[in-house]
């Protein structure tokens, strides 16, 4: 299933996330795709929200994953800087994918060849105008209802 969604404000980016947020399970793996500014954080905070967690949502950039604690919990990735095997492992990605959390994994161009079958895929991109968003997702049928 393939479905785009355009927001044109940080609030709708991150009411996009929210519908998001609300529909993933357990061991779900949702993973950006997009450049710098397009946007992850605003809806990585949206998806917090609708998974139901009381946090505050930051960039893991320097960090590498932050992880909001709930039940599922919610580890948030920067991949931005792993560049290799031993990278990515340092990380904790595998015991993560194993922990039944739910994974924002930003830059997952980096690491997409290690990215679990069921993943949900999100391209983000810039569109017309200046605040515009082009959200593609791409998974299986749960997405027919983002940003509805």
């Given at each position: 299933?393939?479905?785009?969604?355009?927001?044109?404000?940080?609030?709708?980016?991150?009411?996009?996330?929210?519908?998001?947020g609300?529909?993933?399970?357990?061991?779900?793996?949702?993973?950006y795709?997009?450049?710098?500014?397009?946007?992850?954080?605003a809806?990585?905070?949206?998806?917090?929200?609708?998974?139901?967690?009381?946090?505050?949502?930051?960039?893991?950039?320097?960090?590498?994953?932050?992880?909001?604690?709930?039940?599922?919990?919610?580890?948030?990735?920067d991949?931005?800087?792993?560049?290799?095997?031993?990278?990515?492992?340092?990380?904790?990605?595998?015991?993560?994918?194993?922990?039944?959390?739910?994974?924002?994994?930003?830059?997952?161009?980096?690491?997409?060849?290690?990215?679990?079958?069921?993943?949900?895929?999100?391209?983000?991109?810039?569109?017309?105008?200046?605040?515009?968003?082009?959200?593609?997702?791409?998974?299986?049928?749960?997405?027919?209802?983002?940003?509805?």
């Amino acid at each position: 299933m393939k479905k785009t969604v355009t927001t044109n404000t940080p609030e709708a980016t991150h009411q996009l996330g929210k519908s998001l947020g609300a529909i993933l399970h357990r061991g779900d793996v949702v993973a950006y795709f997009g450049g710098l500014g397009m946007g992850k954080t605003a809806f990585t905070r949206g998806i917090a929200e609708g998974m139901g967690l009381d946090c505050h949502v930051s960039s893991p950039t320097f960090a590498i994953v932050n992880v909001y604690d709930g039940s599922p919990k919610l580890c948030h990735f920067d991949m931005y800087r792993i560049d290799g095997w031993d990278d990515l492992c340092t990380t904790g990605f595998f015991e993560y994918l194993d922990d039944d959390a739910v994974l924002a994994v930003e830059w997952s161009e980096n690491i997409e060849n290690v990215l679990p079958d069921n993943t949900l895929f999100v391209m983000i991109e810039k569109g017309e105008n200046e605040c515009d968003r082009i959200f593609t997702f791409e998974g299986d049928d749960r997405l027919e209802n983002i940003g509805c």
